[in-house]
């Protein structure tokens, strides 16, 4: 994004996976315009089949998995 950009990340401890950055809007909207076209919450996991149940078994309500065709 360029020598002078600035974000944070914060997670669970420094050995988990995921994690949240929070990045300026301003520094998006001039990389990559179509990114901020609304709010978004973009998560990832090496097994989302596992972390889904962890998930569920947490008590978080959550509806079907849904498969899409490119998987």
Do not use: C, W
């Not at 600035?6 to 990114?35: D, M, R």
């Amino acid at each position: 994004m360029g020598p002078n950009a600035t974000s944070i990340e914060v997670g669970p401890s420094a050995e988990e996976f995921t994690t949240l950055v929070l990045y300026s809007k301003s520094l998006i909207e001039q990389q990559q315009p179509s990114k901020v076209a609304h709010p978004s919450i973009l998560f990832s996991t090496t097994d989302v089949d596992s972390a889904y149940e962890e998930v569920k078994q947490n008590g978080v309500k959550v509806g079907d998995m849904l498969r899409m065709p490119f998987q």
